[in-house]
């Protein structure tokens, strides 16, 4: 019961995706629309300053990536499956990074080791997503903690691309370990399990394998480890067979 009410709530979630996809369109649209405008009125009246610049045209950048986002929640929602390219593994972890920074990482010191170059067949935004829900997830485990600190990294180990975020969060019982491979659940309090559904699925469609790996005193340490890709080649998401998460 415990389970099929998790598929249950999956799917609801699943529903209400879609339709929260569908519905934020028009509204992104006109933040684009309202940013263009302001910005083509600074020009023609010259009553503009660098900072708020600065902040308009980071507004520009967040709303198209949330159009991004969107975009890509509708096609699966209408089962589009966009061919799989070789993408930098890198240069998406490092947008999540910018992204992390500068809204969660106030009072958490970041760790980078960041491979240049680490290619893999994908897709970059939602390698991104993954990255940064599991920074996200990271943080939040060591909020509470003295001198907390969350790191990031990407290399190319043993014939694979391996993408690592760990922290130094209290170490987590049985229990809660097991839930970090459950469907829907989620180990916080007032958590839906989403950030880590999303990782796990992004895992499943890339044939990636997600492991968690607890450290001795304390801390968590996840691995999304998938093929390297080498070449040019174009692969189909069909052409991709899923390894079994563990």
Same mark, same amino acid.
């Given at each position: 019961?415990?389970?099929?009410?998790?598929?249950?709530?999956?799917?609801?979630?699943?529903?209400?995706?879609?339709?929260?996809?569908?519905?934020?369109?028009?509204?992104?649209?006109?933040?684009?629309?309202?940013?263009?405008?302001?910005?083509?009125?600074?020009?023609?009246? %010259?009553?503009?300053? $660098?900072?708020?610049?600065? #902040? @308009?045209?980071?507004?520009?950048?967040? =709303?198209?990536?949330?159009? +991004?986002?969107?975009?890509?929640?509708?096609?699966?929602?209408?089962?589009?499956?966009?061919?799989?390219?070789?993408?930098?593994?890198?240069?998406?972890?490092?947008?999540?990074?910018?992204?992390?920074?500068?809204?969660?990482?106030?009072?958490?010191?970041?760790?980078?080791?960041?491979?240049?170059?680490?290619?893999?067949? %994908?897709?970059?935004? $939602?390698?991104?997503?993954? #990255? @940064?829900?599991?920074?996200?997830?990271? =943080?939040?485990?060591?909020? +509470?903690?003295?001198?907390?600190?969350?790191?990031?990294?990407?290399?190319?180990?043993?014939?694979?691309?391996?993408?690592?975020?760990?922290?130094?969060?209290?170490?987590?019982?049985?229990?809660?370990?097991?839930?970090?491979?459950?469907?829907?659940?989620?180990?916080?309090?007032?958590?839906?399990?989403?950030?880590?559904?999303?990782?796990?699925?992004?895992?499943?469609?890339?044939?990636?394998?997600?492991?968690?790996?607890?450290?001795?005193?304390?801390?968590?340490?996840?691995?999304?480890?998938?093929?390297?890709?080498?070449?040019?080649?174009?692969?189909?998401?069909?052409?991709?067979?899923?390894?079994?998460?563990?």
């Amino acid at each position: 019961r415990e389970r099929l009410s998790r598929l249950e709530r999956s799917g609801a979630i699943s529903q209400l995706s879609s339709m929260i996809a569908h519905e934020l369109k028009q509204p992104i649209g006109s933040i684009l629309n309202y940013v263009s405008g302001l910005q083509d009125y600074w020009r023609k009246t %010259g009553v503009h300053d $660098e900072t708020s610049c600065m #902040a @308009l045209d980071r507004t520009r950048e967040e =709303a198209e990536r949330i159009c +991004s986002i969107v975009d890509r929640v509708r096609a699966y929602a209408k089962h589009k499956d966009e061919p799989m390219r070789r993408v930098n593994l890198t240069e998406a972890a490092e947008r999540a990074v910018k992204t992390f920074s500068g809204n969660w990482n106030d009072c958490v010191s970041l760790r980078k080791h960041l491979e240049r170059d680490v290619f893999v067949l %994908g897709h970059s935004l $939602e390698l991104e997503l993954s #990255a @940064l829900n599991l920074l996200k997830n990271a =943080a939040y485990a060591v909020h +509470s903690c003295d001198q907390p600190w969350v790191s990031i990294r990407t290399e190319r180990k043993g014939g694979k691309a391996v993408l690592e975020v760990a922290d130094n969060g209290p170490k987590l019982d049985d229990e809660a370990f097991s839930k970090l491979k459950q469907i829907s659940d989620s180990v916080k309090v007032d958590g839906l399990g989403l950030g880590l559904a999303i990782v796990r699925d992004i895992a499943d469609r890339h044939g990636a394998e997600l492991v968690f790996k607890r450290g001795g005193d304390r801390g968590l340490t996840v691995q999304f480890i998938m093929d390297l890709g080498e070449g040019d080649e174009i692969a189909r998401n069909s052409d991709i067979v899923a390894n079994t998460l563990r």
